[in-house]
């Protein structure tokens, strides 16, 4: 079984402009959440999806947002980006009908310069 | 808030040698805890994880301890190898209808052959 994808691997973003970020969960797994990783304040959780709907949200700025396809896809996009927004930004999936376990991707290393 | 505090930040071994992680957690509503393996250039990988109905679980060379009145829970690693070398995770949550993950700040576990 494929595990979580994440496109794309690497991104280097001017202050100011926006960002998308994209995943692909797990095969059968309909729960998507999104966290960030930086050296300082380590993986801290952005939001959650489940079946199109954002079921919980971290603590971050409105510039900070995602969504959910059908498919259970998701992505999340920063607009308006900081020098602060440089971070390794890390998807996991989630088949919670079956347990709690969380598989995470490999991450979007994003460089706001 | 919720917050999960670990211990220690590094932890160097002698290959061979047990190695112990700590962690304590604030929520006492918080009822699953998963520990992730995250090496260089790579998501977060779990690695093992405990219900708050269950003291200890093991797999292999890994077990993992919960105390629930003290809020503690702990990651232990026999027999380490090389190849255990990366930076350890320990989280927590409350199983609900949303899923919102709580890391400790990370130990980087050094084996030395």
């Known amino acids: 079984k494929a595990g979580v994808t994440q496109t794309p691997r690497y991104l280097i973003k001017t202050r100011g402009q926006q960002v998308t970020l994209s995943c692909s969960p797990i095969?059968?797994?309909?729960?998507v959440s999104w966290y960030q990783q930086t050296p300082g304040q380590g993986l801290q959780f952005l939001f959650e999806?489940?079946?199109?709907?954002?079921?919980n949200k971290g603590n971050f700025p409105g510039r900070f947002s995602g969504r959910q396809f059908s498919n259970s896809r998701s992505e999340m996009n920063v607009s308006t980006l900081e020098l602060g927004d440089s971070a390794l930004y890390l998807c996991?999936?989630?088949?919670?009908?079956?347990?709690?376990?969380?598989?995470f991707g490999p991450g979007t290393r994003l460089t706001v310069t | 808030g919720e917050n999960v505090e670990q211990h220690p930040s590094t932890l160097s071994v002698q290959e061979g040698d047990s190695a112990v992680i700590k962690c304590t957690y604030s929520?006492?509503?918080?009822?699953?805890f998963p520990w992730y393996k995250q090496e260089l250039g790579k998501g977060p990988q779990l690695i093992i994880d405990?219900?708050?109905?269950?003291g200890e679980k093991k797999d292999q060379r890994i077990a993992v301890t919960l105390n629930k009145t003290a809020k503690h829970f702990s990651l232990h690693i026999t027999e380490t190898q090389p190849e255990d070398s990366a930076v350890y995770f320990c989280?927590?949550?409350?199983?609900?209808?949303?899923?919102?993950?709580?890391f400790g700040s990370g130990t980087r576990l050094l084996v030395r052959p």
């Open positions: 929520d006492s509503a918080s009822n699953y």
């Open positions: 989280a927590a949550t409350l199983m609900d209808s949303s899923y919102k993950l709580i």
């Open positions: 405990i219900r708050s109905n269950v």
């Open positions: 999806y489940f079946s199109e709907t954002q079921r």
């Open positions: 996991a999936s989630a088949n919670l009908d079956r347990s709690h376990e969380q598989y």
């Open positions: 095969s059968g797994h309909r729960s």
